[in-house]
Each structure stands twice: as C-alpha cells, then as structure tokens.
C-alpha cells in the first residue's frame, strides 16, 4: 500500500504537465529564511520579480501576483473586469476551458461557449478537444452582437487537458475585425515561459498564469498581467472583490509590496527562476520545449498511437496527449506504469477520462529524463498489452541525437 512517506529509490518521475519539476536551484532559494515582508530587504525583492515576471509577459503593464493557484487568477481576472450579468465570449478547447466556462457561471456571468462542433469517428472524442480556438467562430459571433452586449472574450492559450495551444494573435485580430470593444482575456497558466507569449504585441487585456508549470516553481503562486483598458475596466465594474481587487495591489507594487502577507518563499523561488529564464533568454527556453515536444510526438507516431492534438500547427510545446486505441483505459495503463516504474503521466480529464494520457515535457528536463519517462509509457503500453507498431524510444532516441540543443552544439564546436 503506497503511504505518504514512500520513498522509493532514485528520482521521482514527475512527468505530468504540471506541476512540472522543481530544479534544485529554485528549492535551495526557496529554503531561505522567511523575512519580514513590511521590512526594506522584501521591497528589493518585491521590485525585482514585479520586473522580471513582466518580461517573461512580455509587458510594460502591471503584473498582479497573487498567493494563490492559478484558479484564482481565473477568478481574479473575472471580477476586476465584469458585472454581474454580463455576457462573456469562451471556447471550448477541453477541461480548463470548461472549468473557467463553469466559473463564469458562478459568479453570475453570462457565458457563451463556442465550440467545433462533431465528433471524430476514429477515436470518438470531440473535434473541440482536438483542435484550437477558431478565431474566424470568434469573429463571426462578434459581428452579429452589434449591440456589444459580450464584455469579454475568454480563451485558453495553451490546452493542459489534449496539448492544443491557440493562435492568440488571430483571436485579437478576428475582435478587432469585427469591431468589436470586448475585452480579450487569455488563460496561459501552462503556457507561460514554454511555449511563446506575447501579452502586450498580442493586445491581451487579462493573461492569467500560474507558478507550477513554466516557471518550474512549486503550486501557489498565480498572476494577472494586466493592460490599461482592463485596469480601466476595473474602475468600472461591479462583480464583488476585496482580496483579487487589483487596485490596491498595483498601487502597493509600486514600492514592492503587497496589501496582504505575500508568500515569502515562493517569491524567492520565483526571483531565481526568472535569473535562470532571463540567463538563457526566453526564444532559447521556447526552441527547447519545441525540440522535446519534437522528440515526444516522433515517440508516438513510431508507436502508432494518435496524437490528441489533430492540428500540427498548434501542437503544445508543454504536454503531449496520447490517445489509446478504443476500449484500452488509458487510467489502467497509467496506474500500472507508476506502480511498476515510478513514472506520473497526465490522467485525461473530463471528456476525454479513460482514452487518453498527457506526457509532460516541461520544465527542469532534460533529453534524458524523457527518454527515461517514455522507456516507462512503452514498457507499459507493452505490459498492458497495447499493440505497438514500433519503438517510441528507438525514434526519439534518433531525434534527439540528430538533432542537439544549440548549447551542445557550441561545446562540440
Ligand atoms: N488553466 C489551465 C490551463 C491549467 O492547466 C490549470 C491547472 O492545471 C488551471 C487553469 C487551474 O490552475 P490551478 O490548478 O493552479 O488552480
């Protein structure tokens, strides 16, 4: 029976797609003694991740950082801008999109949710959890609200739940295209400092984030990067806020501190992280996470298996979902792999529960952590009796070889 304290030998495989693992670096930082946070010391700290985290937006605009998990900063999001009532544009591109849809719900919005519709005969999933945002969709709804009832147009950037991420760019053009005042809010929690992202170029007004994925830290920390027209929105709107209100945090910011008791801790885990992503440079840490995901779906074909991402333009950089064949339940195959070899995979969620697991690629990896975590998924498969069509590992094996990171190449040269 596995307890709480089960330590089996060697490394954890922690290859869901998120939290993704923690490099030792940030948990010597985060192990610090905790400080005063009213004290001068916490304010140079304050200052200086309220910096970087803005470049790794990519914005000149305030970056709210909350003590929370990235559901909080959905809802943070949610009540700075809106009223009750309002009626609130999303789509469904899988689980967290749904999860948000059911958020806005229950803070007494009006939420429309776009969808692709129809099923694929093949796998029997939904077309909507196998594709990204269709922006012309967006764009066609928003021509025909000429009342401009839609305050808002909700949509996840990078699909935790099938590896989609969505073409933000389109999105702001297609509002923009139809003329159309609705704000633009982009959930990227599993995106950022991944997979590229461009808060201010992108004309975002709310980018929610959080702190257990890209930014390789523990669960618990989440954001808001904000622009004007939101932080004008805010003065505005009337669902109710105290503790998500940014207000009072933007202001505070501006010295380094925060209204609340900040979480101390995560944010010396977060300064290192943003030295680490800062030293490498973001388009290095983006071009790594797009060699994995590479090097992970070269694995999938070789085995045969789909792709959960039907569109090769938006595949994630972040997570891979690999689709069983019917009536093979991919839970029964994930619980086997870390019974025998310690390795977590992503479990589907919500439409997609039984039929398909997620491999994470983000993060503090390496070619050789994956290729260990999809030596575990093909003994598996294997085990549990999945015909295979080849090695995933024999493929990913050669791509990663023929194809060295930029870093290994300069110290061959
Ligand atoms: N949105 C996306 C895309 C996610 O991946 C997650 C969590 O994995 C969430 C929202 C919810 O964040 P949290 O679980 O940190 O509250």
């Known amino acids: 029976m596995l307890t709480l304290d089960h330590h089996p030998s060697g490394r954890h495989f922690l290859q869901i797609p998120g939290p993704s693992p923690v ?103 939904p077309w909507s959890w196998r594709r990204g945002v269709q922006a012309d969709l967006i764009e066609a709804r928003l021509r025909k609200d000429a009342g401009h009832t839609i305050k808002a147009v909700c949509v996840v950037h990078n699909e935790t739940s099938t590896g989609v991420t969505s073409d933000i760019a389109a999105v702001r053009k297609a509002i923009d295209a139809a003329g159309h005042p609705a704000l633009l809010l982009v959930d990227t929690i599993s995106g950022l400092a991944s997979a590229d992202y461009r808060h201010d170029d992108w004309g975002v007004d ?9 930014l390789m830290l523990p669960p618990g920390i989440s954001f808001n990067a904000l622009s004007p027209k939101a932080l004008a929105a805010s003065k505005a709107a009337t669902l ?22 900040p979480n101390t ?15 490498q440079g973001l388009d290095a840490v983006f071009a790594r996470h797009q060699r994995w995901a590479e090097g992970v779906r070269g694995a999938v074909r070789a085995w045969g298996l789909p792709i959960q991402c039907a569109d090769a333009a938006v595949y994630s950089p972040v997570l891979t979902g690999v689709i069983t064949p019917q009536g093979v339940d991919a839970d029964a195959i994930r619980k086997l792999i ?52 080849g090695s995933g590992v024999a493929a990913a094996m050669e791509y990663f070889a023929a194809h060295p990171q930029p870093r290994a190449l300069a110290a061959a040269a």
């Open 265 to 279: 801790n995560l944010l010396y885990g977060l300064s290192e992280a943003l030295d680490m992503l800062l030293e």
């Open 240 to 261: 109710p806020k105290a503790f998500w209100a940014w207000d009072e945090i933007v202001e505070m910011n501006k010295a380094g501190y925060w209204p609340y008791t």
């Open 23 to 125: 490099p030792d670096r940030i948990l010597r930082a985060m192990s610090l003694p905790t400080i005063d946070h009213r004290g001068p010391e916490f304010g140079v700290l304050g200052l200086k991740v309220l910096d970087g985290i803005r470049q790794v937006f990519r914005t000149k605009h305030p970056v709210a950082i909350y003590p929370a998990s990235g559901t909080g900063a959905w809802e943070a999001a949610l009540v700075n801008v809106l009223s009750p009532g309002d009626a609130v544009l999303m789509f469904e591109t899988g689980h967290f999109a749904t999860l948000w849809q059911k958020m806005a719900l229950r803070l007494g919005l009006k939420p429309e949710f776009l969808a692709v519709p129809g099923t694929d005969a093949a796998t029997g999933l």
């Open 338 to 389: 870390h019974e025998r070899f310690d390795l977590s995979l992503g479990t589907g969620l919500g439409k997609v529960k039984g039929r398909m697991f997620r491999i994470g690629h983000l993060g503090d990896c390496n070619d050789l952590t994956l290729m260990a975590a999809l030596a575990g998924v093909e003994m598996g498969l294997k085990l549990a009796g999945v015909p295979l069509a």
């Open 206 to 214: 709310v980018t929610v984030s959080g702190s257990q994925k890209g």
